[in-house]
């Protein structure tokens, strides 16, 4: 048995059990659409957070600081922690221009006058 309802206006109770409602196609097809649309803009919503949420993450906490960045990529990357490891140091070929600086700069040798020839 149902529980007593009031209607709209507050003036009429009325118990109500097995109700059916039927609705026109049109009227069906329109709240099924709404429906997918609803589910669609929430599934949307929760993505765009997410990714908020990840970029905010990212930006304030684990690529904040190269060491941050290092540490994080290291938890990512357990079996490539070797990439991780310096390097010797080589030595980086002047380039271009800075070769052609140095051979039009006159060099000092030791002993020389400035000046003299």
Excluded: C, F
Aim: proline share 8%.
């Amino acid at each position: 048995m149902g529980a007593p309802l009031s209607d709209w206006s507050g003036r009429v109770k009325a118990p109500a059990a097995d109700v059916t409602l039927t609705l026109a196609p049109a009227d069906r097809e329109r709240l099924r659409k709404l429906n997918d649309l609803r589910k669609d803009e929430e599934l949307w919503e929760y993505e765009r957070q997410h990714e908020r949420n990840k970029r905010r993450y990212l930006g304030d906490d684990a690529l904040k600081s190269a060491g941050g960045a290092v540490v994080w990529w290291l938890a990512r990357h357990e079996n490539e922690i070797e990439k991780a490891k310096p390097k010797p140091a080589r030595r980086i070929p002047p380039t271009r221009r800075e070769r052609r600086e140095r051979s039009m700069t006159p060099r000092h040798t030791p002993g020389q006058e400035s000046g003299t020839g």
